[in-house]
């Protein structure tokens, strides 16, 4: 339907710019949409075809425009587009197209069949190729059983030793300072899960850094060991930061250099060292954090750095963690302009090296 020719002559100038208007909106809309937007007459002819389903299905619309729909279908699916009850809801459908090379492209779409008054109109598609639309069902359905684990270890410890504290309240006072240290340090994890997940969405939309200062790294770090959960008689933390200066957002360096430590205590369970030294090399600040744990075989270490991604081996399954720690040192250390590599030695230990450029 083309909405300037179908308005009847008696409308009124105002309505009709409005409605113009609207229609170089839906366009413009149509154009930056990221999945396929195409149209159909009452005939199943093509007569809006967007960029994005040029890019899904490699025909341009110059090509497409006023064909039969069921030309570029495998298997003539057409039926399918043609059953979609006119009931103005999105139906969910997969078809596949047929690319110019004779490929088919599985689609999942969302498919309205259109009414104008009694008469059936054509129809509206909306669709992304299957494999995508797949992998962001599969990542959806992970970040939702991942964060509710994460979310649920914590609250099921701070419910078990709330719940302990009321029914004895003749506790020493020993146990209950251990208690409520428990509960605490508990309380906190919850906080920095729901942190992190709230910085991951503040990545997505590019809005990480709010101010860039330079301040001392002993500054930073003071604050990162300082609110660090560890047992000083397991793992011990040496500094060697040798004046150095860190230039970027502080809050943000808290975040990358909180994970990175976290991690390398997490993941030298047996106890050990983990040291921190940093150096200024070719306008750099460059630090490296080495620890003596588990370490992390080589086929690992490329995927690391992904959202969601954990080693899964008898060695980590104990450790909680959600996935995102690195993913975040990752984005964060990319926005300062730097760079975040990792070297690893299975049953040896790993180091993280930040290079992070300086600015005055
Ligand atoms: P998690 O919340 O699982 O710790 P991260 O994104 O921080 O997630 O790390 C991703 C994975 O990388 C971890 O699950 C772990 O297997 C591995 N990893 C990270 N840091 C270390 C380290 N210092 N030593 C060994 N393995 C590590």
Known sequence: MDIGRTIPADVGGDLLAEVLSYKSLYEALSRLVQDAVIQLDAAARIVRWNLAAEALTGYSAQRCLGKPFRELLANNQLQIILDIPCDGVAHEIRFSFLDPAGFRTDVRAYVTALRNGEESDGWLVTCMSARHADEIEQLKNEFVSTVSHELKTPLAAIKAYCSTLLLNPGLDEEARVEYLSVVDQQT?????????????????????????????????????????????????????????????????????????????????????????????????????????????????????????????????????????????????????????????????????????????
């Open 188 to 360: 906190d994890r919850l906080n920095r899960l729901i942190d992190d997940l709230l910085l991951v969405t503040r990545v997505e939309a590019g809005q990480m850094l709010k101010r860039r200062v330079r301040l001392s790294l002993d500054t930073i770090l003071e604050r990162v060991v300082g609110d660090l959960l560890y047992d000083g008689s397991v793992h011990r933390i040496e500094l060697e930061t040798n004046g150095v200066k860190v230039s970027g957002d502080p809050d943000r360096i808290v975040d990358v250099l909180t994970h990175i430590l976290d991690n390398a205590i997490k993941y030298t369970p047996g106890g050990g060292t983990v040291r921190v030294a940093a150096r200024e090399q070719d306008g750099h600040t460059v630090i490296d954090i080495r620890d003596e744990g588990i370490g992390i075989h080589e086929e690992h270490l490329p995927l690391i750095f992904d959202r969601f991604y954990r080693v899964d081996s008898e060695l980590t399954s104990n450790v909680g963690g959600s996935g995102l720690g690195l993913f975040l040192v990752h984005s964060l250390v990319r926005a300062h302009g730097g760079k975040v590599d990792v070297r690893s030695e299975p049953g040896k230990g790993s180091t993280f090296t930040l290079k992070m450029p300086v600015r005055e």
